[in-house]
C-alpha cells in the first residue's frame, strides 16, 4: 500500500508541475544523460573535447525534453544554460534558437567555495522571471541542490512557482 500511495504522490507532483509550467514559472533542468561524473582534471570550459560530455542517449534525451514541453502545450520564452558544454547542448537540442550561456548556472562541484556566490546570484534570476510563459534552466546536479534541496536525475526538470520574494517547488517532470 505504501508503494501505491508513493506513486500517486509522484503523479499528483507531476500533474502541479504541468499545469504550472503551462501558467508559467521556472523549470530547472539537469542536463541529459552524459556518461561520468564530474570532469576530467585540467578540462576547460572552451574546449569540449576536455569535459564530461553527453553520449548519444544523453543527445536522445534532450529533444526528449524539448518535445515533451512542446506536447505539453508549455510556453517557453527563455532558456539559460550554464556554461558546460553538456549543459549547452542539452539546452541547444531541446530549445533550438533560444539558449544563452549564464555563469549563474555554472557548475561548483569542482570547487564548493563557489557555492554561495553562484547559488546567490541563481536565486536572483529565478526571482526576476516574471514572463511571460516559463523560463527554463539547464544546470547541474549540485545547483539544483542548493537551490531546493532536491537531487535531479538525469535531465529532470524541477518545476517552480515564483513570487515577488522567494520560490517554492511545485513538482518534477520526468526525463
Request: with cysteine.
Amino acid at each position: 500500500m505504501l508503494a501505491l500511495g508513493f506513486l500517486a504522490r509522484v503523479e499528483a507532483s507531476e500533474t502541479a508541475a504541468w499545469d504550472q509550467l503551462r501558467a508559467g514559472g521556472v523549470v530547472l533542468f539537469r542536463h541529459a544523460n552524459a556518461p561520468g561524473i564530474g570532469d576530467p582534471p585540467g578540462f576547460r570550459l572552451d574546449d569540449c573535447a576536455t569535459q564530461r560530455n553527453l553520449g548519444a542517449a544523453g543527445r536522445e534525451q534532450a529533444v526528449r525534453i524539448g518535445d515533451r514541453l512542446r506536447m505539453e502545450r508549455v510556453s517557453v520564452s527563455a532558456v539559460l544554460s550554464s556554461h558546460w558544454c553538456r549543459a549547452l547542448e542539452t539546452a541547444r537540442l531541446a530549445f533550438p534558437g533560444l539558449p544563452k550561456a549564464s555563469g549563474a548556472f555554472n557548475s561548483f562541484f569542482g570547487d564548493r567555495s563557489q557555492e554561495p556566490e553562484i547559488t546567490a546570484e541563481a536565486r536572483r534570476v529565478i526571482l526576476n522571471w516574471t514572463g511571460p510563459g516559463v523560463l527554463a534552466v539547464v544546470t547541474h546536479d549540485v545547483n539544483i541542490r542548493a537551490l531546493t534541496g532536491i537531487g535531479p536525475a538525469d535531465g529532470e526538470g524541477i518545476v517552480l512557482r515564483v513570487s515577488a520574494k522567494e520560490f517554492e517547488v511545485v513538482g518534477r517532470i520526468r526525463p
